[in-house]
Structures are given as structure tokens and as C-alpha cells.
């Protein structure tokens, strides 16, 4: 799973990670400062759900950027923590594109969200 920021900060950790918690409770996906997240200066902007090969695509504006498998080891980490800076110009994420090649399908971050809230 990749998540990303308004703040420029992505997170990509196993989905298997993500425990299943009675209705009514949340799960932490990536840490955003209290005060931040209050104050709405900070919020999760993008989800999408890859695999082990699949490319990740974020849109920046008018700016795309791809990263495959071995250039998001950067941004990996532990559910819940903070997450890396992305390069400069692709910090203001406004979409989250995952293309997995096995089936040639390419999965964009509103359609994740959706899967989500169908619970």
C-alpha cells in the first residue's frame, strides 16, 4: 500500500500490515502530526494498493513521475510512521496512479478509496 501527503511525504508498507479493527475504529496509515492534522494543514491526499511489481505514477499538475519497484525501497517503511520527502516539483501529489504488470491494469488512488469506504 502507498500513501501519500499534502505535505510531500510518501509511505509505501505491506498491506497485509493493515489490521482489520471493529467497525467504528480507524487505522493509523501514516503519522501526521496532531496539530497538523486539527488545523487540516496536513492530510492524506492519495491511497493506492500495489504489488510487488507494480510501478507507482504520481501526478503532479501537470508533471508525472513513475517509480518502479526498486526505486520505492526509498519511501518503505513501518505502518503508521512518517514516510519520506518526495523530490522537489512532485510534492503537491494530486493523483496516485498503480500499474500492475501482470494484468495490465492500472488502478487510480479515487478508485482505492471507494473500495475502502464500501465496507
Known amino acids: 500500500m502507498a500513501a501519500a501527503t499534502t505535505e510531500g511525504r510518501?509511505?509505501?508498507f505491506p498491506l497485509a500490515c493493515l489490521p482489520v479493527l471493529?467497525?467504528?475504529k480507524g487505522n493509523k496509515i501514516i503519522q501526521i502530526p496532531s496539530i497538523r492534522a486539527s488545523n487540516?494543514?496536513?492530510f492524506v491526499v492519495a491511497l493506492a494498493i500495489l504489488n510487488e511489481n507494480s510501478s507507482l505514477t504520481l501526478m503532479a499538475?501537470?508533471?508525472k513521475y513513475t517509480m518502479k519497484p526498486a526505486d520505492m525501497a526509498h519511501y518503505q517503511g513501518e505502518r503508521?510512521?512518517?514516510g519520506n520527502k518526495l523530490?522537489?516539483?512532485?510534492q503537491r501529489v494530486s493523483a496516485m496512479i498503480a500499474e500492475?504488470?501482470?494484468t495490465k491494469k492500472t488502478t487510480k488512488e479515487s478508485d482505492n478509496v471507494s473500495e475502502m469506504s464500501d465496507d
Do not use: I, M, N
Not at 523530490?87 to 512532485?90: I, L, N, V
Open 22 to 24: 471493529p467497525r467504528g
Open 80 to 82: 503508521g510512521r512518517r
Open 87 to 90: 523530490p522537489r516539483g512532485f
Open 100 to 102: 500492475h504488470p501482470s
Open 40 to 42: 487540516r494543514e496536513e
Open 10 to 12: 510518501l509511505l509505501v
Open 61 to 63: 499538475g501537470k508533471r
